[in-house]
């Protein structure tokens, strides 16, 4: 009976490590869930609602807990931020996923990015929030919003089904598969390339994205290589028309 015993527990410890989660498959998870028709618009900001990214995790993982930094000043006074010589201040969070840990931290600022000098506690529970979604996407939601880029990558089951779809709809006789790549809207690149180099709002930028969302996928069907130029030369043509913005 003692053996048995000692049996079903070493059986039991190896069923419970091998379902531990990992950084990894948290990160494949949540990466892969679209964004894009929840980004919200401030001014020149791009972010998502504390509450929507807040619920996509509870959908995924409802045992996670979030914690936010406390701070007591010299006269033993206790503080959700933390505050520096200048007035400013910067609070911080920790997100908890079955034992896996991701910290954050954000300055309390204004509109245009800039840290805000003895800022309100609205102010202050505002960037709470922001900093909740910041450390959200260390974990993959919505990362890429926070890399200065607003476009949306490709679900990997897109992916999956667009091939699904070739081996269905083989290419004719004579064409192979890589033949595909060749095939390249020249004209519609022509445009992208000459729009950029036009372009002078953020807003104008994105909405040339998402009014030609269907030309971009289908241009990363036929060459990846050329999608993935263009949409590098969005994100740094993105992040100068912000600086071009803050400098003014």
């Given at each position: 009976m003692k053996l048995r015993l000692n049996n079903d527990q070493s059986i039991l410890k190896e069923t419970t490590m091998a379902k531990e989660l990992t950084y990894k498959e948290v990160w494949?998870?949540?990466?892969?869930?679209?964004?894009s028709e929840h980004i919200e618009k401030k001014m020149n900001l791009s972010y998502l609602s504390w509450a929507w990214a807040w619920g996509v995790l509870m959908e995924h993982y409802p045992d996670a807990t979030f914690e936010f930094g406390a701070f007591t000043t010299a006269d033993d006074t206790m503080h959700d931020a933390m505050f520096y010589p200048d007035g400013s201040a910067s609070v911080f969070v920790?997100?908890?996923?079955?034992?896996?840990?991701?910290?954050?931290?954000?300055?309390?600022?204004?509109?245009?990015?800039?840290?805000?000098?003895?800022?309100?506690?609205?102010?202050?529970?505002d960037a709470k929030m922001r900093c909740l979604v910041k450390c959200i996407a260390m974990?993959?939601?919505?990362?890429?919003?926070?890399?200065?880029?607003?476009?949306?990558?490709?679900?990997?089951?897109?992916?999956?089904?667009?091939?699904?779809?070739?081996?269905?709809?083989?290419p004719p006789s004579g064409?192979?598969?890589?033949?595909?790549?060749?095939?390249?809207?020249?004209?519609?690149?022509?445009?992208?390339?000459?729009?950029?180099?036009?372009?002078?709002?953020?807003?104008?930028?994105?909405?040339?994205?998402t009014d030609n969302k269907d030309e971009f996928k289908k241009l990363k069907t036929t060459s990846e290589e050329t999608y993935n130029t263009l949409i590098k030369s969005f994100a740094k043509t993105k992040a100068d028309l912000k600086k071009e913005t803050e400098d003014e």
């Open positions: 494949d998870t949540l990466s892969n869930v679209d964004c920790t997100i908890s996923i079955q034992g896996l840990k991701r910290s954050m931290w954000l300055p309390v600022m204004d509109n245009r990015n800039n840290a805000i000098s003895n800022p309100t506690s609205r102010q202050i529970s974990f993959g939601l919505g990362h890429y919003i926070f890399a200065g880029e607003d476009l949306p990558s490709e679900k990997k089951e897109s992916g999956s089904a667009d091939k699904r779809d070739d081996t269905s709809n083989p064409e192979s598969a890589e033949s595909k790549e060749d095939v390249v809207d020249d004209k519609f690149i022509e445009i992208v390339e000459t729009f950029i180099k036009d372009v002078e709002t953020v807003e104008s930028l994105e909405k040339f994205w």
